[in-house]
């Protein structure tokens, strides 16, 4: 449960800074849904089970894998930043 503890810190830290942003938070992800999983008693908060704390904590690090790292992350440095363009509608919009 240690290395659980200190794997989620450096996750933690990975996220902070912005690196490796979708990687770190499918790892969060997936550790969470294993302690939400596991039968060993988690005390998280005020409540005596924490299954729930870790389910939000699992659909947090879902979302922000899907959503990817900002703009002055560490992602943005090394890799670039990319800007989306959307090109104006080609339909006439009184028809």
């Given at each position: 449960m240690v290395s659980a503890?200190?794997?989620l810190v450096g996750c933690g830290a990975c996220?902070?800074?912005?690196?490796?942003?979708?990687v770190v938070s499918?790892?969060?992800?997936?550790l969470s849904l294993a302690a939400?999983?596991?039968?060993?008693p988690i005390v998280a908060g005020s409540s005596p089970d924490g299954g729930l704390a870790f389910f939000e904590l699992m659909?947090?690090?879902?979302?922000?894998?899907?959503?990817?790292?900002?703009a002055f992350s560490l992602d943005a440095r090394l890799f670039g930043y990319?800007?989306?363009?959307i090109p104006p509608s080609?339909?006439?919009p009184e028809s």
């Open positions: 503890c200190l794997v996220l902070l800074i912005g690196f490796l942003t979708p499918i790892g969060v992800a997936i939400t999983l596991s039968k060993v659909v947090m690090a879902a979302a922000i894998a899907l959503l990817g790292p900002g990319h800007e989306i363009v080609s339909r006439n």
